[in-house]
Every structure is written in structure tokens, then in C-alpha cells.
């Protein structure tokens, strides 16, 4: 298990190198950063000035021997637009992407381990037809659209919740959720539902016809023992996977429901940037989000090697 | 199709006939199962609808979707009280009827899904042969490349590479055309392995078939199935991440008429128009909607491995 566990924690320190890789020498594709950065109406001093202030004068090698020193401890240069670390600014967002990143997953695993369970024990029944409306629904139906509808219909006609913004409760100087987060977190968590109705459904679909289930029914134990004991049990090992997966692609993927909503997290930020072409900041927040997504999968392949043995000793 | 072009008997040239004639059997077989498939027949027709849309847009829409109209802007859709017969899905803010907009919407949609899925599908295949094939080093390394960039967050590379390089159909068609070709790569490379181990291209080498013969029989023709499949849910991933692009104002032009930059005018009057927004995101759903189901059904025909998770 050591060796398996050491060897994914390099394997991801490797992609996260590669990640630096592509995040600097991407900026440099169009041949000059500093025209990326200024506006059009720029005065050649301006430009100058700029070059000088961002090190981009310096020779290539130089420079991404720095950018990588920087990186290490979380050191991505100022902001031009906000005139601060850019980490600094990545961290002040980051609880509201991750309170709605949590919300999103939370209900996407209400709504879809009952869904997919009830549809994949009773095939062809209502529930089945629920459970795969809802995982193509999840699948096709884009989340930036779904959340203007539901502004629409939740906020503009029926007044149920605010139309954008995010608002927290205070309680034991903990910042706790609000309804403001409702309709943007089931937004964003509409393509997780999805996923986890459709695997839900086919896991219990499949398991159902294994041999210790059959056993299960034949020494006469109850349908929700079954179901509770040895269903859901074999069905949750492959679901650490989806859920650690997905939770990464919720906390990087809410750019356009923080715009829409007005959410002070890191995707607003990313979208705030890339107006201001300020491309420090969507340096530094293309590597954190990475550094996120990489370390989630890493607990993930972890979880799933202590629960499954066959995954540790197989590698 | 040449057939049985090398005179002989080997048992190599047997197995091939069979599986010609097993080809052209199973075409009919094929459209056999697409009839009994009643989610992969309306999958279909909602695919081939888009696709007449985006064909025969100039003469489907009933108006020229640039066209603006300020005294005709911002009336509802026709069912709606204010509501008028001339534009069925009312126009936006600047007067330019939705539904023309609509229909010329799909021409960048489907041009991007397509072009896109053509340059990852036909660019991943090859990489994904050398791969799979080559073995040792340079699969080693091409694989290190192929999970790297699966590790990403995609939509924030996405969004980083199109601010990066501005605003244009070919450069979109480009960013996902080059970003989706891991996606390719690998079901190249497993199918190539697996492939190789099997009995009868075991058998085929044992006989002395070329290399190449064994691609272009063996490996290739088995890996039309899965190839189709994959690239029926990558084109609808493609048009669902393009109108993505487009909402946030790094897609395609804002003057051309593309469901995302609908979207994006949409988005401005949500709260007094809402009809500007809803129909491109039901332009999207639909399109979505018939690629997954006809891609759903492509896999239960195409891989039948597949089928036993389905029901």
C-alpha cells in the first residue's frame, strides 16, 4: 500500500510540473505576453514600461526557472488589475467556491443515489423512466442555461430565493450557507446528479444478478437488508471514485454559475480576470485549481485503494 | 471494398471473406436494430433535424438572422399576448428574429462539433496507434502527455488557452479539435492492446500478415465501433463547451449568430425578456439531447461489450 500510495504522490507532482509547464509557456504562444496585456490603445513607453516591471526581458529560461521558484511557494506575482499577491486573492475566494462546490455534491448524492437506486431495482417501472430522464437530463442540459431559467422562474416570478449574490449566516464565527445558495449549488450540480443517477441505477442493475445477492434472497433476508447490506455496500466502493472526481470537476467548473449568480468565488475571479486580461491572476488560478483537482484525485485513488484491496496490490 | 484481392488458401484470406460479407450483413442489421430502438430512431431525427437546419439555414429562416429592426425589437414569443405570427420565437433587443438567429446558430454549433471531432478523432487515432503499437518508450511517454492533460481541470484550460489566443471560429474549432485528442488516444491504445492480444491477431501474424495488413484489417475495423461512439458524445460535449465559450465571450465573433453569444444577449435582459435566453439553451438541449441518444444507441449496437451495463 506504501509503494502504491508513493508512487501516485510522484506521479502527481509530476502533472503538476506539467501544469506549470503549459500554464507559462502557453502565455508565451503569442509570441508577447505584454501585448496580451495592455490595452489597444497603449503607448509604446507603456509597453516598455510593462515588459520591464513583468521581467519579460529577461531570457526565456530565466524566466521559467522563476515562474517555477515562485510556484513552489504558491507565489504567482501581483495582480495587475488588483494590485496584490494573486494568491492572497485566490485564497480570499476560495470558501465561497468550496460552500458551493459542497452544496452542489451534497445534493446531487440526495437526489442521485435514491433516484438511481429505486430506478435500477424497479426497471421499466416510473422510477426507472425518472432515473434515466435525469441522467440524460444531467448530460444535455447545459448548467449555465438551467441556472438562468431557474432565476427565472425561482427568483424573478416567484420571489423564492435571491436572484444573485451570496449571503451567509453567522453562527459561532463559522459563515454558514443561506437559501442564496440553493439554486446556484443545484446548477452546478446538475451534470453530478446525472452521473450519479446513471451509475447508481447500473451498479444496482448489475450487482442485483450477482451470485451473493441471489444467496442473499434464498436464505430469506428482507429486501431493504439486501438492498442496504449488499447492494448499496459493493455498489458505494466504485462510487468514492465518481464522487472524489466529480467534486474536483464541481469546485473548478463553477465559472459560469458564479458569473450568472454573482458568486464571490474563484470561477467569478477567473471570469473578472480574463476581462481585465490579467493574466497573472489566471495563471495563478489555472495552477490552484489543478493543484486541487490533482490532489482530490490522489485522496481519491487512495480511499479506493484501502477499500479495495485488488486496486493496491494490482498496480 | 477489394476482396480477396491475393490468390490463395490460407486460412488468413477465409477469415477475411467471412468478415467482408459479415459487413455488409450487418449494415442491414444494423438499420434493423435502429428501428426496433425507439430512443435511438428519435435520437436520429433529432440529429438529422439540427443537421438540415445548419444546411439549408438560408433557406429555412424566414428572416436574415443579421438583420436588425429596432421597431421590432424585443416582441415576445408568438403564443404570448403581445406576442406576433411573423416571429414565432419573438426578437431580441436590437429587433433580429430569434428563430432565424436560431437556425443559423447551428451552422457554428455543428461546424465546430464536427471539425473538432475530426481533428481529436483522426489526430487521437493515429497517436493511439503509434501508442499502442510501438510499445516501451514512446508509449511511456505519449501516455505521461495523455494523463497529464486528462489530470486538468478542462474548463479552466479551456477558458485560460481561448483568452489566450482571442476570439475566432478556427481558433475554437482548434482548442477543442487539439484538447480532445487524449480522449482519443486512449481508447485507441487499449483497443490496440487488447486487440493484439487476441487469438486471431495471433493467428494472422503467425501466418506472416504485415504489420500493416494487421492494422488496416485487424485493428482498424474493430476500432470503428468504439471510435463512433466516442466521437457522437464528443461532438455534443464539443457544442455544449462552444456555447459555453460563447456565453462568456470567447467563442465565435459576438455578429455571428451562434447559440452561445445568444445566450450571452440573453443573459443581459434575463429579468424583462426572458425569451431571449430560453431558446438557444433549448437549441442546445435538443441537439445534445439527439446526439446522446443516438450515441447511447451507437454503443449497444456498436459495442456490444458494452450492452450488458444497459439494462
Known sequence: M?????????????????????IFFMLQLTGDPVSLMVSRNATPEQIEA???????????????????????????????????????????????????????????????????????????????????????????????????ILIVVFSVNLGWFPTFGRETYEFMGLNLPTRSVILPSFALGLFTTGQIVRFTRSAVLEIKNEDYVRT???????????????????????????????????????????????????????????????????????????????????????????????????? | MENGKSAGLSTGLRIDERAESGFLHSLSYVGKLLWRDKAGMIGLIMFLTVAAAAIFAPWLAPYNPLKQDLRSAKIPPAWTERGDISHPLGTDNLGRDILSRIIYGSRVSLTVGFFGVLIACSLGLLIGLISGYAGGRTDNMIMAGVNLILALPYLVFVVFIAAILGRGLLIVILIFGFTDIPIFVRITRGEVLRIRESGYVESAMSIGASKWRIIFRHILPNLIGPLITIATFEMSAMIFYEAGLGFLGLSVPPSVPSWGNMLATGRKYLTIYPWIATFPGLAIVFTGLGMNLLGDWFRDVLDPRMRRVKK
Open chain 1, 50 to 148: 510593462l515588459r520591464e516591471e513583468m521581467g519579460f526581458n529577461r531570457p526565456m529560461v530565466i524566466q521559467f526557472a522563476d515562474f517555477i521558484t515562485g510556484a513552489v511557494v504558491g507565489d504567482f506575482g501581483m495582480s495587475l488589475r488588483h494590485r496584490q499577491p494573486a494568491m492572497k486573492l485566490i485564497l480570499e475566494r476560495l470558501p465561497a467556491t468550496v460552500e458551493l462546490a459542497a452544496v452542489a455534491l451534497l445534493l446531487s448524492l440526495a437526489i442521485g443515489i435514491p433516484l438511481g437506486l429505486l430506478g435500477g431495482s424497479n426497471p421499466k417501472s416510473v422510477w426507472d423512466t425518472l432515473a434515466r430522464g435525469a441522467g440524460l437530463m444531467g448530460q444535455t442540459i447545459p448548467n449555465f442555461w438551467l441556472a438562468l
Open chain 1, 2 to 22: 506504501q509503494r502504491y500510495i508513493l508512487s501516485r504522490v510522484i506521479q502527481s507532482i509530476l502533472i503538476l510540473f506539467g501544469v506549470l509547464f503549459i
Open chain 1, 216 to 315: 442473499a434472497y434464498s436464505k430469506g433476508l428482507s429486501e431493504n437488508h439486501i438492498y442496504i447490506r449488499h447492494i448499496l455496500r459493493n455498489a458505494s466502493i466504485p462510487l468514492i471514485s465518481i464522487v472524489g472526481v466529480q467534486f474536483g470537476y464541481l469546485l473548478s467548473g463553477s465559472i459560469y454559475i458564479e458569473t450568472i449568480f454573482s458568486w464571490p468565488g474563484l470561477g467569478n475571479l477567473l471570469a473578472e480576470s480574463i476581462g481585465n486580461r490579467d493574466f497573472a491572476l489566471i495563471q495563478a488560478i489555472a495552477f490552484f485549481t489543478s493543484l486541487v483537482v490533482v490532489a482530490l484525485n490522489l485522496l481519491t485513488d487512495i480511499a479506493y485503494g484501502l477499500a479495495d484491496p485488488r486496486i493496491r496490490y494490482g498496480d
